[in-house]
């Protein structure tokens, strides 16, 4: 049978080049530890979470599965002792947008999903202003891989590798790829404009080839628009040394959203997500709902990171914790299209790694290197 290991695997120590993306709590212990127990690394996303939260989710996937995992933030572009205060962002929100945003809400706030199964209470939006806290937690615990995005992980790298951490780092173009990897970063996820959440300007094909090159020897991790064995069968041999999947791991079992937005996705073809900022100011892909649709037809465009979110948390607050369809944010991203249902995380990981190995026959990682030599 075709080898797929390549040597990530075997310095995180695992069997599968497969990883979970970080996706904010959707991504808790339940789903990271079902990812590594099928032989892949799963990855809990905390940005919104309190440090103690951190560890508590930290600890319960440890209870969950012994294999090795990770925890990814969002990091701000400057790290702020102390860091912005919610009170402080607040005063600096437009009267017109709080009021746009007041009366969107006021339009929509009956529409509540029937469903019973209400999604995690998240009423936190990221202001990724706790990341050194946060980061402290991660290194006390010994995570054994932590996951930065936005921002680049410099500041932390030394300490995380004391602690026996591996560092990774997602980018969107090539000019933050090496920027991080000369930063220290042991592994660059490079994410395309496809992906669900947080996204930047350029295509998967064209960036991963470009930050190849650009980083090499570094090793590079493709995503964005990867959901299937061909996917990340195409990753291996472009010289990828792993895929990180974020849209096909939401339509899990173990996903932490409500079951009316798994199955927007499942429903969800190639160009039903659309990019909005309406939630975190910054460029994110997701499915349309009545807030973005009212973002996008007002005379005023959305606020900047952190106003935005601060705006939506005081706006929506609990109204959007997976209860109300009209206005709870969805990140989906366009391999949605491809997702015929709801199936265990485990099914995932395997079905990926059979068909990539059926394709793949007897292709090794060491052959693809000689290839490009
Ligand atoms: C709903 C959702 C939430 C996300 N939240 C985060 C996050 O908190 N941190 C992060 O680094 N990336 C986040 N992402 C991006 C993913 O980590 C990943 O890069 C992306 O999903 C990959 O593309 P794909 O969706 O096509 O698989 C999120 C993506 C989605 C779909």
Known sequence: MTDIRTPLCERLGIELPIISAGMGPISGPRLAAAVSNAGGLGVMGC????PEE??????????LTDRPFGVDLILPARVDRGGARVSDVASQIPDEHR???ESIAR??????????DQGPADDRMALGT???????VILEEKVPVFVGALGSPGWMVERAHAAGMIVMSMVGNVKQAIRVAQDGADVVVAQGTEGGGHTGH???MALLPQVLDAVSPTPVVAAGGIGDGRGLAA???MGCQAVWVGTRFLATEEAGIAAWMKAGIVEAGDQSPIISRSYTGKRFRMLPNEWTKAWEEAPIDPLPMPLQPVLVMQTLGGMAAGSNPALTQNGAGN????????????????????????LLGGWSWQSTQTKSE
Do not use: F, N, W
């Open 99 to 101: 009021a746009l945003a």
């Open 335 to 358: 391999i949605a299209g491809l997702i015929e249902g709801v199936v265990p995380a485990a099914e995932v990981v395997h079905s990926m790694a059979d068909e990539a190995r059926k």
């Open 47 to 50: 940005t919104t979470m309190a």
């Open 235 to 237: 990753s291996l041999v």
């Open 107 to 116: 339009e929509h706030e009956s529409e509540r999903a029937e469903s019973k």
């Open 202 to 204: 350029v295509g998967t």
């Open 130 to 136: 706790d990341a050194e806290a946060q980061i402290e």
């Open 54 to 63: 951190v560890r508590t989710y930290i600890r319960r996937c440890r209870e």
